[in-house]
């Protein structure tokens, strides 16, 4: 199968979703009004609330909800072939991603601009917004432990990558000085940047940086878990225009240059697709693919991370409610696009199928290593850059991600901690240095709970992330659904994503809970009841909301 | 002939230029519309601790350098409402001074 048919299959498919199904929602299920009052009109305060053009709206919720994610999750699950990783993508996109994130927008231009937990309070219940809260703690938790693991795996897998890397956090500081204290202008900075950045890429290779596999008692890979983390709190403390800004701002160009440079090489080289498209000889240890697919491929199909940016920021800067459906709709289709590279990359970057076989030995093993692997030997054979540099290009591009949904992960975990404090009154708890703190140590557990002493086997909990993932898409795809119902509109392109999302989210658990006790991880055990518990009070709760609702609209129509 | 070529010369450097002011525009509107109201609110903070140096002494908190902000208090006047009400004062602190 040639590559370049795939990615035309899924372009297209992924074209026909915007320009079909979107507009079919937006016109008859959400029914966008081009003339409603925005809240960033509304209560518009040069602040938070600020009308905004839809293609820079457009721009930074995409690169919000693009992460590492889409890029590890792809990666992981074409282990089972290339076809099942492909179908869920596209379709997840079309059907699933696309109405969850555009319809988060909707919902909460609708209701003030308010959150999706907020909402969840408002239009489910308090009990409703309790379980809320619990879930995002828990996709934080895993995301913060997951992506610290995927890092440090890049770091020793790549070490040409880690002065780049190091190097890119170093140009944001000073990208943020220049712009800050010294007013320079954009345009200069962001040519002086990249130019940085890239040229810190090319001398990558030629001074890498071995961690030692063992110091002081540690593993190489526990030492830069650790480093990470320090890392992480460090900049998640500090004043969000000293790193965060000027470095979201180079990882967004370093996204879009990416993704061009990839498909770019794709259309070029026209690889074959070494993998088979239905893997019948997986190796030994590897779950089945219903319903661990649904849950290892998060991002990229649906993610309920999408939901917290589009009803946090997005929602707040809608300058027309049409633009939901290109903000919010596309968004989506540019994520999958990015899943859909990485698929592409992870199954056509090999030159044979014994190399692509000796890559994925393992459930869990490929990943992001294959995504770099892959897509090294594709823009190395494409367009001829160097197959090092390639390598390098990409881990930096992954681990800028990674690390950027870290510290984010690690800041909204540091207010949780602190808004406990408050509930609780417990004042210790409301400091920003012990909220941190409690937040790195809660995922350090996690992270060499899962993997042991040297934290190398933290990719085990990749798909328990995922699950607490869809159990957040759930809640507010139900948010979403209780609206339609008070409504009276159709409600099932809703309703049937929830119940799929559900039903495969709670057999995966299910499943994983029996291999975890099979293995004597009973750390890990505890983490999926947890989880299981919550995905089981998320059903219950969708079945009473969805009653509740439907018998107040029936006493309604009784009483007219 | 000459001014022809010049005008034509002249709109294509002006396009380039509109192009360019355009494409900054969109640029510094993705750098900062992410963390607008972050740093808004970061840069409140400290001007709400600043109105409590320049207001403190009125409400019975020694200030040493009083006489130097005494002067700022008729410039800072505007703000004074919003302040009290986002520290969480329904009513004006200041017996002598009511805003509200």
């Known amino acids: 199968m040639s590559a370049i048919v795939l990615l035309a299959l899924g372009l297209a498919a992924m074209a026909g979703g915007y320009f079909l199904y979107s507009k079919f929602i937006a016109e008859k299920i959400y029914r966008l009004d081009p003339d409603y009052k925005t809240p960033a009109h509304e209560f518009e ?108 795996g890049l770091m020793m897998n790549f070490p040409s990558a880690v002065v780049p890397v190091w190097g890119a956090i170093l140009v944001a500081l000073v990208v943020g000085q220049l712009i ?36 002081g008692g540690l593993s190489g890979n526990a030492v830069w878990i650790l480093i990470l983390f320090a890392y992480a709190a460090i900049a998640s403390l500090l004043p969000v225009w000293m790193l965060l800004q000027p470095r979201d701002y180079i990882n967004g160009l370093q996204l879009f240059v990416g993704l061009l440079i990839l498909y770019g090489a794709i259309v070029l080289l026209n690889p074959t697709l070494v993998a088979p498209a239905y893997n019948n000889d997986v190796p030994a240890g590897t779950p089945s693919l219903l319903p661990l697919l649904f849950v290892t491929i998060a991002c990229g199909a649906i993610s309920g991370f999408h939901g917290l940016v589009s009803s946090g920021t997005t929602s707040k800067q809608l300058n ?241 | 002939m000459h001014d022809d070529r010049d005008s034509g010369h002249d709109s294509r450097l002006e396009r380039i230029r509109a192009w360019l002011s355009q494409a900054r525009f969109f640029a510094e509107e993705v750098y900062s519309s992410r963390y607008r109201g972050a740093i808004a609110r970061a840069r409140r903070d400290e001007d709400d601790l600043f109105m409590l140096l320049v207001f403190s002494e009125m409400m019975g908190v020694p200030n040493p350098a009083a006489y130097y902000t005494l002067e700022l208090q008729p410039l800072l006047l505007e703000r004074f409402h919003d302040w009290h009400r986002r520290m969480g004062m329904e009513q004006s602190p200041l017996d002598h001074f009511k805003c509200c």
């Open chain 1, 45 to 152: 305060d040069g602040v938070d609330f600020v009308p905004t053009n839809r293609f820079v709206l457009w721009g930074h919720h995409f690169t919000s909800v693009a992460g590492a994610a889409p890029i590890v999750g792809p990666a992981i699950a074409v282990i089972w072939g290339w076809l099942p990783a492909f179908l869920w993508v596209v379709l997840g996109t079309i059907f699933f991603a696309g109405v969850h994130d555009f319809g988060a927008i909707w919902a909460s231009v609708r209701n003030k601009a308010k959150s999706v937990g907020a909402l969840t309070g408002d239009v489910v219940g308090a009990r409703a917004r309790s379980i809320f809260m619990i879930v995002i703690f828990l996709v934080l938790l895993m995301v913060n432990a997951v992506f610290a693991v995927v890092i440090a």
């Open chain 1, 180 to 215: 800050y204290r010294r007013k320079m202008s954009l345009a200069m900075v962001s040519i002086v940047g990249v130019i940085a950045l890239y040229t810190l890429i090319g001398i990558g290779p030629s001074v890498p940086i071995e961690m030692p596999a063992q110091v």
């Open chain 1, 320 to 560: 027309k409610e049409t633009d939901a459906r290109f903000v919010g709709y596309f968004g989506a289709v540019g994520e999958g696009m990015l899943a859909l590279a990485a698929i592409l990359v992870a199954t056509a970057g090999f030159a044979t199928f014994a190399d692509w076989q000796a890559m994925y030995t393992a459930f869990g093993q490929g990943g992001v290593n294959a995504f770099v692997e892959g897509g090294a030997f594709v823009i190395h054979n494409g367009i001829g850059l160097p197959e090092a540099t390639a390598a390098t290009l990409l881990t930096v591009m992954a681990a800028l991600f990674a690390g950027t949904t870290m510290d984010t992960g690690l800041r909204l975990q540091r207010y949780i901690f602190q808004e406990w404090g408050e509930i609780y009154n417990q004042p210790w708890m409301k400091k920003p240095s012990i909220a941190t703190f409690l937040a790195v140590g809660s995922c350090l557990l996690l992270a060499f709970g899962a993997g042991g002493a040297d934290g190398a086997g933290g990719m085990i909990i990749w798909p328990l992330f995922g699950t607490t993932n869809q159990l957040l898409a759930g809640l507010t795809l139900l948010v979403i659904t209780v609206m339609l119902v008070r409504l009276r509109r159709p409600m099932w392109y809703t309703l049937a994503p929830l119940c799929f999302l559900l039903v495969m989210t709670i057999a995966a658990l299910l499943i994983q809970l029996r291999t975890f006790f099979e293995q004597g991880n009973y750390f890990l055990m505890f983490v999926d009841i947890v989880v299981l518990v919550a995905a089981i009070m998320v059903a219950m709760e969708c079945t009473s909301a969805l009653r509740r609702s439907r018998a107040e609209m029936a006493a309604e129509k009784g009483d007219s």
